[in-house]
């Protein structure tokens, strides 16, 4: 758990479990056009294609907790992220020195996130206070 993995077919897609959905979804469409008026069904696919791969599936996972890693966003600059797809090895000094910036990047971030969230409790405290001291005026 927690580990990335980047062998198999991780190696190829960073999502082979959404391809292969949507490759399923493809599949079907292509059955259904074989009868009268099953082209239509094309939309069937194409929405589930664009949902897993711009809305709930690759976008969503991808803005969170993996984000947080430098070591992921080298695996991303190596791999594609939806269609299965050669693939770049950065090794050596090269992915050291991204290791190092995305480290230095992500902490960044966490400062900025820490230092909203103060600024965010803050003015809620203040309009919490304003609301008592309304109540008991």
Known sequence: KGTLIKSGLWRYTRHPNYFGECLSWWGFYIIDATIPGGYWTFYAPLFILLLIRYVSGVRMLET????????????????NAFIPWTYKVIEGEEKEKLLEEFQKTIDQEEEEKKKSSKCRDRKERMEENRYINLQSS
Do not use: I, L
């Open 64 to 79: 969170k907790k993996q984000m947080k890693k430098a070591e992921f966003r080298v695996y991303q600059m190596e791999t």
